[in-house]
């Protein structure tokens, strides 16, 4: 009876997976292409502002960046609820910033120094006192070149 | 000759290792941002030079109080009305004589600016108002300057800068590098961006 019961068991015929390597392969390559691997961990809140009249940032490697904002809950209960400034991983004072440009400009070439921009990517929450600290600093610092790090969008995102 | 074929190799776990390197990626992604408005900051001088004398006409104010609310010019006003008002005020062109300005469609008010070279932006804030407002009114003045730019270019060259600007930035370009950096430089004289921020 053996014999028969092969031919009768009336299972489907399993589907073919040849493709499914390619299929993942392709997704693979996508994601590995648009990935830019994080180089801080984010230890504020940081949602970006839109803006539609935006230009795009290029030469990665010659961009500082500030961040700011509210401290993720987390670290709330050590360093409270206004908008902090951190660089690298770290939280800091607007007093730091002077160290840290320093720092940035001395790990570049020297003939690449004067390229540096600074990108300021703010917390829409924020208040501007902070930001205007900052750039009084980046001023005395002399790194003049500064972008606000925006999301394309319509600005009246920003009002929610 | 006996055709020998190679044992074939077996690919059924090719799918799991790409899987796993798919995850991987998916997990560390971040589509970061990268596009701004850039500003350049003034430089400090230490020597006091005399600021120099700027006619009250010539100057475009924009307020931004603690409370988000816009003040231009003195007058209460809404975020979208903004752009229009910056567009009208720098390409007025009052000026006579000298300060003529040959390429500007505004009304010719004496008493709004002279030309767009003299027009000049003063916008401030207060430490309490909110960075998304600040941002939004730096756009709404920016996209005025553009928008003043591109249809300057478009009379002139019948393409607009932002598309001058990408062509300049292609590779593949064919046409004349040079003279269209000259174009640009020309527009950009043309139409400056005078916006000067007043620090607290």
């Known amino acids: 009876m053996g014999k028969f019961n092969k031919k009768k068991s009336g299972n489907l015929p399993a589907i073919n997976t040849a493709s499914l390597p390619d299929i993942v392969f392709m997704l693979l390559f996508f994601f590995m292409v648009a990935t830019v691997m994080r180089q801080n961990t984010l230890k504020i809140q940081n949602v970006l502002p839109s803006a539609d009249q935006v230009e795009k940032l290029d030469k990665k490697d010659l961009i500082m960046y500030i961040y700011v904002g509210q401290p993720q809950e987390r670290f709330q209960s050590q360093y409270g609820k206004e908008s902090r400034i951190q660089l690298n991983d770290k939280f800091a004072d607007v007093g730091d910033i002077k160290a840290f440009i320093a720092a940035e400009r001395a790990s570049k070439r020297e003939e690449l120094r004067d390229y540096l921009t600074t990108a300021l990517k703010v917390d829409k929450d924020a208040n501007m006192g902070i930001v205007g600290d900052i750039k009084k600093e980046l001023r005395k610092e002399n790194a003049l070149k500064i972008n606000y790090t925006t999301r394309k969008g319509d600005i009246s995102e920003n009002k929610k | 000759m006996a055709k020998r074929s190679a044992p074939e190799v077996n690919a059924g776990s090719m799918a799991d290792i790409a899987f796993l390197l798919l995850i991987f990626f998916l997990v560390t992604t971040t589509i970061e941002t990268d596009t701004g408005l850039n500003r350049k900051l003034p430089p400090i001088d230490d020597e006091q030079?005399?600021?120099?004398?700027?006619?009250?006409?010539?100057?475009?104010?924009?307020?931004?109080?603690?409370?988000?609310?816009?003040?231009?010019?003195?007058?209460?006003?809404?975020?979208?009305?903004?752009?229009?008002?910056?567009?009208?005020?720098?390409?007025?062109?009052?000026?006579?004589?000298?300060?003529?300005?040959?390429?500007?469609?505004?009304?010719?008010?004496?008493?709004?600016?002279?030309?767009?070279?003299?027009?000049?932006?003063?916008?401030?804030?207060?430490?309490?108002?909110?960075?998304?407002?600040?941002?939004?009114?730096?756009?709404?003045?920016?996209?005025?300057?553009?928008?003043?730019?591109?249809?300057?270019?478009?009379?002139?060259?019948?393409?607009t800068l932002t598309q001058m600007e990408k062509d300049s930035d292609d590779v593949n370009y064919r046409g004349n590098k040079e003279k269209l950096k000259e174009k640009i430089e020309r527009i950009k004289i043309e139409y400056p961006q005078k916006l000067s921020e007043v620090v607290q």
């Open chain 2, 49 to 159: 030079t005399e600021p120099p004398i700027i006619k009250e006409k010539n100057i475009f104010t924009v307020f931004i109080n603690g409370k988000n609310q816009l003040l231009v010019e003195d007058e209460v006003m809404e975020l979208k009305d903004l752009r229009k008002a910056a567009m009208e005020f720098l390409d007025n062109g009052g000026g006579t004589g000298d300060d003529a300005c040959s390429y500007c469609h505004g009304k010719k008010d004496p008493s709004s600016s002279d030309n767009p070279d003299k027009a000049i932006i003063s916008l401030k804030n207060e430490r309490e108002t909110t960075y998304s407002t600040y941002i939004s009114v730096q756009n709404e003045l920016v996209a005025a300057y553009n928008i003043l730019r591109d249809r300057r270019a478009e009379e002139l060259y019948g393409m």
